[in-house]
């Protein structure tokens, strides 16, 4: 810096101790800034620091008149006396020092549009971050339902966790109240079978073989996989819908501040009730949708009740039976688990706990689907 020209109608240098200090005087206002943008090409040629300075400090005492565009020359000023930063401001009046905050030579920098991805290149970006969520709510769910077997387990040994009150009342719910809708369905699915079956055999009069055909895809596969779906749609949501609310209503965090397990209270009795009653109703299901197959088949194909039974039980074997049932537990954990893991996952509003409702049911009946064509493969590499 050229000490001998410091001095000017804005800026004076003073020596304290042998070393410059530099204050700002007079009017720093739009009608001088040319001046002053003179007077800073002067002291700094070449935008190097001012290494006599004692400090990387300006005293701005001596400012009198001071506008928005003079704020702005002001911090320059100091950037150019820092050595590495904009120097420290002091002394600066109180009128203003509002109008020196705002202004910074160094402003944040500017948020810009993100770059878009080419077309070509979207959809295999959106693909991978559909996967990894998708990977991420599945191990999530995987926790909770160890979690939930690991307490399920527990209270084998320590019975007196099981809550048997709130188990009755939600089999009650879940098992006895869902035979209507789940017998209704079940009856019309065995008859359109029926009904469309013979139709189609008709052509190679084989008529007969719709019996087999609705033994083996009811038992199999229809009766409890339109059990686990309407189920999951109708209590699924359920779980999720009533945990969900003590959540929003912070029934959940007082149940943990009174030492409660909101696992034991709220999800195991669900559970176990689920556990219970989803293979009753696949049973209940099978019955009722092989005599809506029975009535079609006694109104248009002319095949009496009788003949009906005794060419079903000798064609159709228990194992198709087995089979269906076996699936019927590993349905009701899925459902149960992913009713109540959404539901306490429910925070913010109300349009979150419809969101969660939503996903439970649409997750339930995936992973009931998914598992079901599992079984289908497991079922027919072992011969059964």
């Known amino acids: 810096m050229n000490v001998a020209a410091t001095n000017s109608e804005f800026v004076a240098l003073e020596q304290v101790e042998g070393a410059a200090k530099l204050t700002l005087t007079g009017n720093w206002t739009i009608e001088n800034a040319h001046a002053i943008d003179q007077l800073m090409r002067k002291l700094f040629p070449a935008n190097h620091a001012a290494s006599e300075l004692a400090s990387p400090e300006l ?30 401001l002091t002394g600066v009046p109180d009128a203003h020092k509002p109008l020196l905050d705002v202004i910074t030579c160094c402003p944040p920098p500017a948020q810009t549009m993100p770059e878009t991805l080419p077309w070509y290149i979207l959809p295999f970006h959106e693909t991978g971050a559909a996967v990894w969520f998708a990977m991420r709510s599945f191990a999530r769910l995987l926790s909770f339902l160890g979690l939930v077997l690991t307490r399920l387990f527990g209270s084998i040994v320590d019975p007196g966790r099981i809550r048997i009150v709130p188990v009755i009342h939600q089999m009650d719910v879940t098992g006895m109240r869902a035979m209507g809708i789940v017998g209704l369905i079940s009856f019309l699915i065995g008859a359109v079978m029926v009904n469309q079956g013979a139709i189609q055999l008709a052509r190679f009069g084989a008529d007969i073989f719709v019996i087999d055909m609705l033994g083996i895809s009811h038992l199999r596969e229809l009766g409890i996989l339109l059990t686990a779906i309407i ?32 696992v034991d209270v709220l999800v195991l009795p669900r559970l176990i009730a689920m556990l219970v009653c989803l293979p ?105």
């Not at 701005?60 to 120097?87: I, N």
């Not at 959940?252 to 030492?259: C, F, I, Q, R, S």
Request: charged share 15%.
């Open 59 to 88: 005293n701005c005492s001596g400012l009198q008149a001071l506008d928005t565009t003079g704020a702005v020359m002001v911090r320059r000023f100091a950037a150019k006396v820092g050595e590495h930063c904009e120097a420290e």
């Open 280 to 384: 009753l109703l696949a049973f209940y299901s099978d019955v009722v949708g092989i005599a809506g197959g029975m009535l079609m088949a006694w109104v248009q194909l002319d095949i009496s009740p009788g003949n009906f039974v005794v060419y079903f039980r000798e064609e159709i074997s228990i194992d198709h039976f087995w089979v269906g049932i076996i699936k019927a537990p590993f349905f009701a954990a899925i459902i149960a688990t992913c009713g109540c893991y959404q539901g306490l996952r429910v925070e913010g509003s109300a349009d979150a706990l419809g969101a969660r409702t939503t996903k439970s049911v649409v997750q339930a009946i995936f992973l009931v689907i998914a598992f079901d064509a599992l079984f289908a493969i497991f079922f027919t590499s072992i011969g059964l």
């Open 231 to 262: 189920i999951a749609g109708r209590s699924g949501s359920a779980f999720t819908a009533q945990i969900g609310s003590m959540v929003l209503n912070e029934e959940v965090d007082a149940m943990k501040t009174l030492g409660m397990d909101p």
